[in-house]
């Protein structure tokens, strides 16, 4: 029931832009969006509920397609602070969060 | 947003020694607590769930009696690594909160070393 991230890895400079795709096989209620420093726990971005809303946090916004069964994460105008790894999270039939494998992102002046 | 700490944060132990991890939630009741281990580049794998007032729910292959848990009030759960070997070492987090589209918020997580 593990959802699925795409890319593994991307690399940008400053001032640019990306999308991390979060696919699951399930039907999905809800999707979590996490960014995790190295060392650090993981840090709540933001949560999508079905529906198809986007949400926005600062110049990261992210979209939810229930139909297709995956979220998108757009980081807009890249900064450094941005570096990190992205987790989404979906619920299992128990209602528990299962994590993607993740998706490292470094930001390059 | 909801914070949460963990005690200690860092933790290096002889092997066969037991290491007890506390989990707060310093702002807000948490009647559910979840543990998660994270093995360096990998990801978040759910241990078990922590209920206050009752038993811990454990995920498959995770052993009850090697991870002891303990969520005594509202705001307070520990994970106990009873007779730690080398294999334990690793990234453990907690998190509070996630009642469906609730959020859930980690803690700074605590990095066990077992020589």
């Known amino acids: 029931q593990q959802p699925v991230q795409s890319p593994q890895a991307v690399i940008l400079r400053e001032g640019e832009d990306a999308v991390i795709n979060c696919s699951s096989s399930?039907?999905?209620?809800?999707v979590h969006w996490y960014r995790q420093k190295h060392g650090e726990a993981p840090v709540f971005l933001m949560i999508l509920l079905k529906g198809g809303e986007q949400k926005g946090h600062e110049k990261i916004s992210a979209s939810f397609n229930e139909k297709k069964q995956q979220s998108s994460l757009y980081l807009t105008a890249s900064q450094l602070s941005y570096s990190g790894t992205y987790f989404c999270?979906?619920?299992?039939?128990?209602?528990?969060?299962?994590f993607g494998a993740g998706t490292t992102v470094t930001v390059r002046a | 947003g909801a914070v949460v700490s963990q005690h200690p944060s860092r933790v290096i132990c002889k092997s066969g020694t037991s290491v007890k991890i506390e989990c707060r939630s310093l702002?807000?009741?948490?009647?559910?607590m979840f543990w998660y281990r994270q093995f360096p580049k990998q990801s978040l794998m759910l241990m078990a769930t922590s209920n206050e007032g009752s038993k811990a729910t454990y995920e498959q292959g995770v052993e009850k009696d090697k991870f002891l848990i303990n969520h005594a009030s509202l705001t307070l759960s520990t994970l106990t690594v009873t007779s730690a070997h080398p294999e334990d070492s690793s990234f453990y987090i907690c998190?509070?909160?996630?009642?469906?589209?609730?959020?859930?918020?980690f803690g700074p997580g605590t990095r066990l070393t077992v020589l």
């Open positions: 702002d807000f009741q948490a009647t559910t």
């Open positions: 998190s509070a909160g996630g009642q469906r589209t609730d959020t859930q918020y």
């Open positions: 399930k039907a999905l209620y809800s």
């Open positions: 999270g979906t619920e299992r039939d128990d209602y528990k969060l299962s």
